[in-house]
């Protein structure tokens, strides 16, 4: 450091390594006016930081011939120093800003903040999770992650069923009722919908009788160059209507109702897209919900908070229970096959 400094306080500069130095300075200005003009986006003349530069030098020439060079390499130096902190301030900026746009949505939507109880949930998962790694790296026995990870994902699947799982479950073993016999409880109906109370779509404003509404934002491209989507926020809306089959109609009150099929009826948007998808009057759907007494007559609606009510296209749901004990067959073989693998390795 020493013998920089020494090396810099020696060397005297002419007309001509000056005129270098301005020269090289301009490069110098083009960077720091990147950083300032984007990173701290802050605004200036353009033509500022390529007259100041130079300015700097031809000045430190006149005061000592000495100081070009020194002042040349501060301003060098000066590039990285206000690029670091460019950076770092650009992140804080960004964070706040897509903080308030994510507020804004959600006040839109209707979304709720996230409970300090749930918050702490998710810390405590976490934390499990990774006391979990390091009590295995600690006893050298990481390999028994590779019994752990299917370990949590079969109980998962068993004690902790989502929603289409539990709809599907009970789909294959309720018998399908017809509307003039149906019995109090839990009931699967088939037949065509009909329109009783018209609700409008969110975004393309579509009469229906019900709708999904989803939204998702643009994520950064993959390696192939495919554009992804992340879903932020979903919709799921039904008002009452009717279902009917070959020996009468009931009502159904439609809300809480879940969708229970793949299908996007309306799509638009770039950066953010928009998909809308639709039950309309005459679509042909399989219905699982709890049937009650309103007055007498029979209504169709959701029953407590973990019961299924849901609602599905029946080709697409009979396609599935022809196919679905061939896959159940070819999994349960995988994962014994993968457990005797396992046990190989780990032994």
């Known amino acids: 450091m020493n013998e920089l400094l020494e090396f810099l306080g020696q060397n005297k500069t002419d007309v001509g390594m000056l005129i270098f130095l301005m ?33 700097l030098i031809g000045v430190s020439f006149f005061i000592d011939d000495r100081l070009p060079l020194p002042v040349l390499l501060l301003l060098f130096v000066s590039v990285f120093f206000f690029g670091i902190i460019g950076m770092i301030f650009s ?18 939507h209707n979304i ?32 028994l992650l590779f019994l752990l990870i299917p370990g949590f994902i079969l109980i998962k699947s068993i004690f902790f069923p989502s929603n ?14 017809k509307v003039n016999a149906l019995a109090m409880g839990q009931v699967e109906v088939e037949g065509d919908l009909e329109q009783i109370e018209p609700i409008i779509s969110p975004y393309f404003s579509k009469p229906c009788i019900g709708y999904f509404y989803k939204i998702e934002k643009e994520s950064p491209r993959d390696d192939d160059g495919r554009t992804t989507y992340s879903t ?16 009468g109609s009931v009502v159904v009150d439609g809300e809480g109702l879940e969708f ?7 799509q638009a948007g770039g950066k953010m897209r928009y998909s809308e998808t639709y039950l309309q009057p005459n679509d042909y759907m399989l219905l699982i919900g709890n049937a009650t007494s309103d007055n007498g007559d029979t209504i169709i609606q959701k029953g407590s ?26 999994l349960a ?8 693998l396992l046990f190989i390795i780990l032994n």
């Not at 009510?309 to 067959?329: C, H, M, T, V």
């Not at 073989?333 to 005797?340: K, V």
């Open 232 to 247: 932020v926020f979903t919709e799921c809306k039904t008002g009452k209507f009717k279902i009917k089959d070959e020996t």
């Open 260 to 266: 229970y099929f793949d299908r996007v009826d309306k």
């Open 164 to 177: 289409k799982s539990k709809f599907m479950r009970l789909q294959s073993i309720l018998p399908t009722s």
């Open 112 to 143: 709720p903040k996230t409970t300090f109880k749930e918050k702490m949930l998710g810390l405590l998962v976490f934390a499990g999770i990774f006391g979990t790694f390091i009590l295995l790296a600690k006893t050298e026995n990481l390999k």
């Open 23 to 55: 020269l090289f300075s301009m490069g110098i200005a083009l960077f720091l006016t990147i950083i300032f003009g984007g990173l701290f986006n802050l605004k200036f003349p353009n033509w500022l930081f390529f007259a100041v530069c130079p300015l």
């Open 305 to 330: 908070s973990d019961t299924v009510f849901g609602i599905a296209i029946p080709r697409s749901i009979s396609f599935r229970n022809k196919y679905k004990p061939l896959l159940d067959s070819f």
């Open 91 to 108: 992140g804080i900026r960004s964070s706040k800003e897509e903080k308030i746009e994510r507020e804004k949505f959600n006040r839109k």
């Open 333 to 340: 073989t995988l994962f014994f096959i993968s457990l005797l």
